[in-house]
T-cell receptor, first 113, second 115 residues
Framework: AQSVTQLGSHVSVSEGALVLLRCNYS??????LFWYVQYPNQGLQLLLK??????LVKGINGFEAEFKKSETSFHLTKPSAHMSDAAEYFC???????????FGAGTRLFVKA | DVKVTQSSRYLVKRTGEKVFLECVQD?????MFWYRQDPGLGLRLIYF???????EKGDIPEGYSVSREKKERFSLILESASTNQTSMYLC??????????????FGPGTRLTVT
């Protein structure tokens, strides 16, 4: 079965530090890959996505992610954390030709002053 | 901007009541989805619909039904609410497969408490 694994249900960083949220997927065929963010008491919103082409994808709010086919990974990074980045982040995949999204369990990011 | 709206942000119902959650999207999306979100479990798909009057079971359909009579509206129905259905319910929509890379647009969620 297809799956998405997010390493770490909680990640804590200091303001200004690097943010790294890990995501691995299981698939024999490169899927479409997404990161969504959920702020408290809100729905999810798209941060960035990989479909085809350049493997380094830039998103909103200074986030980026790199698709590494050999590692089946799509880790999310931001060079310098801001207090407003505190939220829950979900990695997700859709397999080519499909429309059902498979979500990871989520990683809650805490940012310390 | 795509907008997905849900009829209530917070809802409190009693065990055994019939509960309707409504979702409306304004971007002419073919696909619509209902998820429930619980701590530590992420998002779990309840039902989805890829066209008017069409529906497919997701991963956890038991105790739920859906209705899609118009393209823009997708309703989730709890036939007889139970306490284990206390959760956050999220509606989402997306374009049809093959027309776009299918990112989903989410509503703000309905936090349902069943007492």
């Amino acid at each position: 079965a297809q799956s998405v694994t997010q390493l770490g249900s909680h990640v804590s960083v200091s303001e200004g530090a690097l943010v790294l949220l890990r995501c691995n997927y299981s698939s024999s065929v490169p899927p479409y890959l997404f990161w969504y963010v959920q702020y408290p008491n809100q729905g999810l919103q798209l941060l960035l996505k990989y479909t085809t082409g350049a493997t380094l994808v830039k998103g909103i709010n200074g986030f980026e992610a790199e698709f590494k086919k050999s590692e089946t990974s799509f880790h999310l990074t931001k060079p310098s954390a801001h207090m407003s980045d505190a939220a829950e982040y979900f990695c997700a995949v859709i397999h080519t030709g499909g429309f059902k999204t498979i979500f990871g369990a989520g990683t809650r990011l805490f940012v310390k002053a | 901007d795509v907008k997905v709206t849900q009829s209530s942000r917070y809802l409190v119902k009693r065990t055994g009541e019939k509960v309707f959650l409504e979702c409306v999207q304004d971007m002419d999306h073919e696909n619509m989805f209902w998820y429930r979100q619980d701590p530590g479990l992420g998002l779990r798909l309840i039902y989805f619909s890829y066209d008017v009057k069409m529906k497919e079971k997701g991963d956890i359909p038991e105790g739920y039904s859906v209705s899609r009579e118009k393209k823009e509206r997708f309703s989730l129905i709890l036939e007889s609410a139970s306490t284990n259905q206390t959760s956050m319910y999220l509606c989402a929509s997306s374009l049809a497969s093959g027309r776009a890379q299918n990112e989903q647009y989410f509503g703000p969620g309905t936090r349902l408490t069943v007492t």
